[in-house]
């Protein structure tokens, strides 16, 4: 089975500043997903980036990017010139791909990150 | 943009009631899942659905529960009879074929009395 490990409970960053948070999992798979979701006060979860182990390019999306690290089995995330609306819970989490795309997400318990005015 | 829907946003019932959680996926997906989070803790995978059919279950998801996808648009988590330990934040989402991103909505919080 598989696992997802964010073993920080809770971030704090300046606003503008550029933080980093840390995830790591554990699978005998060689080819899956990974996913970094935002869970704001609101409680809803979005999507924020994803990467196909397959690719060594780290993904990117505007101010998020990834530090991918397969050998390691290491997904960090880095947010880039943080801002208020940055702050929410970040989960991590895990994708082992199937045939027709209807697999379960494997979830990291989550970091809490503030972003200070 | 497309969004996945969840109605209700809050729902309060007592113990030993059933309860049913009902959700528009987007339109142009044909997978569907439900996840639930208790407060405080990481979201769980409770059963993902295609084709009219349940495709895995957590352990988590008992007897107790069934989903169903009763027309063309809603897909429905009902609970039968109720838990305390049922309390939770539930939330359903969907990914269109050939992708493997999920979509949530924006969850249904169950408080069971």
């Known amino acids: 089975a598989q696992t997802v490990t964010q073993s920080q409970p809770e971030m704090s960053v300046q606003e503008a500043e550029t933080v980093t948070l840390s995830c790591t999992y554990d699978?005998?798979?060689?080819?899956?997903?990974l996913f970094w979701y935002k869970q704001p006060p609101s409680r809803q979860m979005i999507l924020v980036i994803r990467q196909e182990a397959y690719k060594q390019q780290n993904a990117t999306e505007n101010r998020f990017s990834v530090n991918f690290q397969k050998a390691a089995k290491s997904f960090s995330l880095k947010i880039s010139d943080s801002q208020l609306g940055d702050t929410a819970m970040y989960f991590c989490a895990f994708m082992k791909p199937s045939p027709g795309a209807n697999s379960k997400l494997t979830f990291g318990k989550g970091i809490t990150l503030s972003v200070r005015p | 943009e497309p969004e996945v829907t969840q109605t209700p946003s809050h729902q309060v019932t007592q113990m030993g009631q059933e309860v049913i959680l009902r959700c528009v996926p987007i339109?142009?997906?044909?997978?569907f899942y439900w996840y639930r989070q208790i407060l405080g803790q990481k979201v769980e995978f409770l059963v993902s659905?295609?084709?009219?059919?349940?495709?895995?279950k957590s352990e988590i998801f008992d007897d107790q529960f069934s989903v169903e996808r009763p027309d063309g648009s809603n897909f429905t988590l009902k609970i039968r009879s109720t838990k305390l330990e049922d309390s939770a934040m539930y939330f359903c989402a969907s990914s269109a074929p050939g992708t493997e991103t999920q979509y949530f909505g924006p969850g249904t919080r169950l408080l069971v009395l």
């Open positions: 659905f295609y084709n009219n059919e349940i495709s895995e």
């Open positions: 339109s142009n997906h044909l997978y």
């Open positions: 699978t005998s798979e060689n080819n899956y997903y």
